[in-house]
């Protein structure tokens, strides 16, 4: 079984794949346009690419496809109104995930083929006025 999820509340923005064993993430910049981008990402070494998706915690190859709704407070509204805000991002992606061994003696390590998924996710929360001499500001 493979979980997704989606963190909208702090740039980078992340879609995080748990597969029990290892989690792959998929990393990106608020700003990115939406739309469908290669996943060819070691394990480490490579630096950050904010015109690109980014994979951590896993080898990742394949492809990430994105388009979302645009509504995170304080990424896309800088001084956004107390209210109730939602984010929504459709995603498709069909990926591989490797997560090597540290002793290359020892196997290959954890794998992980995605085949094609597609999964709607969302996110929401309130943004609050608090009053100052209670730790708001």
């Known amino acids: 079984m493979v979980r997704v999820r989606y963190e909208a509340n702090s ?7 748990d597969a029990n064993s290892f ?8 700003g990115l346009p939406d739309g469908t981008y290669p ?13 690109n998706v980014n994979a951590s915690g896993a080898e990742l190859t ?3 496809t994105f388009s979302r709704s645009r509504d995170v407070p304080f990424l896309d509204i800088t001084e956004p109104d107390a209210r109730v805000y ?13 997560l090597p061994h ?3 003696a020892m196997g290959p390590g954890c794998r992980l083929e995605t085949g094609q998924q597609q ?3 969302s996110v929401s929360g309130p943004v609050m ?5 209670l730790g708001g500001h």
């Open 11 to 17: 740039a980078p923005l992340g879609v995080y794949i």
């Open 23 to 30: 989690t792959p993430n998929v990393l990106f910049e608020p």
């Open 39 to 51: 996943v060819a990402a070691p394990l480490e070494g490579r630096p950050w690419d904010p015109a």
């Open 62 to 64: 394949g492809t990430f």
């Open 86 to 98: 939602a984010s929504t991002i459709d995603v498709s992606f069909d990926l591989v995930a490797v």
């Open 102 to 104: 540290p002793d290359p």
């Open 119 to 121: 999964v709607v996710l």
């Open 129 to 133: 006025d608090c009053t100052a001499g």
